[in-house]
């Protein structure tokens, strides 16, 4: 099983904790109990009785937000990702190490033991996660003096961290505490646009990322709310900053699986990459054809898809066990029913599978259609969610001088 | 330590001197473990409104041994419980401990202190102690001075974040230390400071050797 290490991105206060302890609640709790959830995550009983406990005391009314995670916090939470078939046959997808450290690790210049494996861990990210917090991008959006120290000193630090990650890194932008957002009828298009107009320096990492070497990065902004509008309730306190206090209202998660979904097409697009160019010409237009059509749901694999030789494929040398081989395949053909027909001969390519039990194959092509699915409602949902070489051309047009 | 008003705590030295003067025949005597009068550095370490985790005291050696990061997490990651965490000094050369506590930021009308996200704030604070090795607990005088030190320091932080100038050397301070056995040593004596660390043994459990504990408090005035 591959192990994808994942870095969350963000100032002190910004909301990594509090996201953490909801995804691993919608995604590790109440997936696992939703039969009809055909992908959930697993993490080892003490990772989880701790995340159980926080989620606990952050939903309890009746208690004060916990205090901001200290230095001496430095917790690695691997969660795998498991695949559920229609018979609830199970099959390890993949483990995503996530770390749990506290956001002042971005911007010290005092050096620890643990701050030597939070940079390495920074270094070798397979994917990163920034966590834009949403209280401050308000802030910014009301011209307030809060908006404009975030936008000068912690969205440029945070910003400095994503430097440090490796270019072919693939980069997601959450904008946390969204039910703000809701609460003033702010659409993710404006959000998105008036946050690029602001700041040079995200304008900057958005375009270098997309112009990266990796010619098959998505880049998505993701609106992400922990705990929802009905059980937090913002007061302007008498320094200005918008005061968050608990309520007993329902606590209602808004997006917090998708920044975990979205990373899986671009860790297997970074993968097909790996595995070379060349090979088969056969197989190569084949996979193309599949481009066009499922693309528009995985675009990322679609295009790294294209690369993929045959042999290496269909011999699964490189590829780490049989679930992992059953994964590929069905990122690059599962999805075709979806649009209707039935896989031909040539999209199967049924040497990639031969042997490998039929159970396990349709658990991990659902889990795929699942995870496919939902990323596509997202996209519907905030058509808007996805940066592009195009936004910052816009950008460029607004701010050129008449 | 007094936390209810925010004010520095007064110089109460009335704890100690009691203390002292209600066990002197089962103090064993002797001082410390090396030569010389111990010396203690208030350590302070915080978040503020604005300012993340910072250094806000901290000792010379530390800074000079460029061991501030070692310090500032030997120092954090207690619950604001009150309790007393003692141990041994490993990153810095000689021999040295320290008593570190976590307790709840006070702004200056004895209001918790709140982060941008609405946490409550905590504040980690110890005291560097050299030239002791053995486990430890702090007297009341002792324990007033370093809070009057990391309050002070704490309410000039708050009072403007920016241009605090931290990592501030802290004062370092004399300390008088006497040993006792284990059956006399102050387990639960009514301040926080002196609950059991985990050095510190439950006289009523057995023990099979007696674990020497050293109080440290201000010096007899001459």
Redesign the interface.
Known sequence: MRDFNVVTLG?????KTVFMAAMHELLGTRAVDDAHHRVFVRAPMGTRSSLVRTYARIVNPDL?????T????YQEVPFTVVARGLDQTLADLFRVRYVDY???RI??E??????RRFERHLREAHGVLVAL?G??VLSLLDRQE?GR?YLYEDLKMVLGAVRETTARAPVHFMITKWDLFERRRLGLGFVKGELLKASDDLAGVVGSRLRSASPTATMRLIPVSSLGRDFVRPEPSE?G?L???KTSGRVRQLNVDVPLLSLLPDFYSQYMEELGAGGRTGFKRVLRRWQKRAGEVFPPVARAAGDVTAERLTEGKELESYVERILLKSLVDGLMSRFGRRPDRLDVRPEVVRGLPNNVQLAVQAAVQHMALRLEAFEQAYPESELTLADLDDLARTMEPE | MSRGTGAPAPRDTSGASAWRDASPRRAIAAPRSGGGAPTAWPVL?A?G??T??S?LLMPRPVAEAEQ???A??AV??GT?DGITRVARVSWLAGDWTLLSRTSPALDRRGRQV?????????L?EGLLVSGVTDPCTLAPDAQAVLAAATQRAYLAFLHDERRYPAPAPSEPFRLHATRFDHETAPAEPGTPWFRPSRWFRPSTQPCPEPTPILLLSLPEPP
Do not use: C, N
């Open positions: 100032e002190p206060d910004s909301g004060d937000w916990d205090p901001g200290d230095r001496k916090v506290s956001g002042e911007t010290t005092w050096m620890d033991e643990k701050q917090d209280a401050k809060l120290r320094d900053y005061r968050m206090f | 370490v978040r409104v604005h993340g985790i250094p501030i990061g070692r500032m997490e954090q990651g604001p709140r982060d941008r996200g609405s946490r409550p704030v905590l980690s």
